[in-house]
C-alpha cells in the first residue's frame, strides 16, 4: 500500500493533468443549459448536459459581457472552453469562453411536450388542485433509497417539523427503471 496523502494533493494533482493536456485547453462543447444564474457580479454559473452526462459550467464576467443573447434554460448552446478542476470543492468543470446558440435542446424539448400532454389529459386544471395543508402531519418522499435527497429532506423535516411523519416510497430516479418503477407502485 502507497504511504496515504493529503486530499489536497490529489486534487492538485488530477488539475495539473487537466491542465497541461492541450487538448482540454480549448473545447467545442455542445449541449443543453439547465441551473442557469447569473449574478450581480456578471458570472454565469450552470450545467451543460447532454443525454447521458452533465458538467459543471462557469463564465466570468469578462467573457459572459461578449454574450449577444440571454442564455436560458433549456437552450442548446456550443461553447468554447477549458476543462479544469475547481480546487476547493474538486469538481471538473468547463471554464466558458465564448458561447453560441445551437437551437432548444432535446431534453427541454421533451419536457415541454410531456408537459403539454398531460395539460391536454386535465392533469394541471385549477379544479383538479388541492391547497397544500398550512401544517402537514405527514410528508411523502419518493425518492432513491441510495441518493442524498431522502437525508438531506428527512434531516431538514426533523429540524424543522419534527412533529411530521415521513412516509418514503424508495424508487429509482434516473434510468431506465425509474418510470417502470414509478408506474408499479403509484399506477398511471
Not at 398550512?134 to 431538514?156: C, M, N, Q, V, Y
Amino acid at each position: 500500500m502507497a504511504n496515504p496523502i493529503q486530499v489536497s494533493e490529489v486534487v492538485r494533482y488530477v488539475k495539473r493533468q487537466l491542465d497541461d493536456d492541450p487538448i482540454l485547453q480549448q473545447l467545442a462543447v455542445i449541449g443543453e443549459i439547465s441551473n442557469f444564474k447569473r449574478y450581480a457580479s456578471g458570472h454565469c454559473y450552470f450545467t451543460l448536459k447532454d443525454e447521458s452526462s452533465r458538467m459543471k459550467a462557469v463564465m466570468f464576467s469578462r467573457d459572459a459581457r461578449t454574450l449577444n443573447f440571454e442564455p436560458k434554460d433549456g437552450m442548446n448552446v456550443i461553447v468554447v472552453a477549458r476543462v479544469t478542476m475547481y480546487e476547493s470543492t474538486g469538481d471538473i468543470q468547463l471554464y466558458v469562453e465564448l458561447m453560441r446558440q445551437d437551437g432548444i435542446g432535446m431534453l427541454f424539448e421533451r419536457y415541454e411536450a410531456r408537459k403539454r400532454e398531460l395539460e391536454a389529459k386535465g392533469w394541471f386544471a385549477a379544479e383538479r388542485k388541492r391547497p397544500l395543508p398550512a401544517f402537514p402531519e405527514r410528508i411523502g418522499i419518493i425518492t432513491s433509497p441510495k441518493g442524498a435527497a431522502l437525508h438531506d429532506i428527512a434531516t431538514t423535516l426533523r429540524r424543522r417539523a419534527p412533529h411530521v411523519a415521513i412516509t418514503f416510497a424508495p424508487v429509482a430516479v434516473q434510468g431506465d427503471q425509474s418510470a417502470p418503477q414509478v408506474l408499479a407502485r403509484f399506477g398511471g
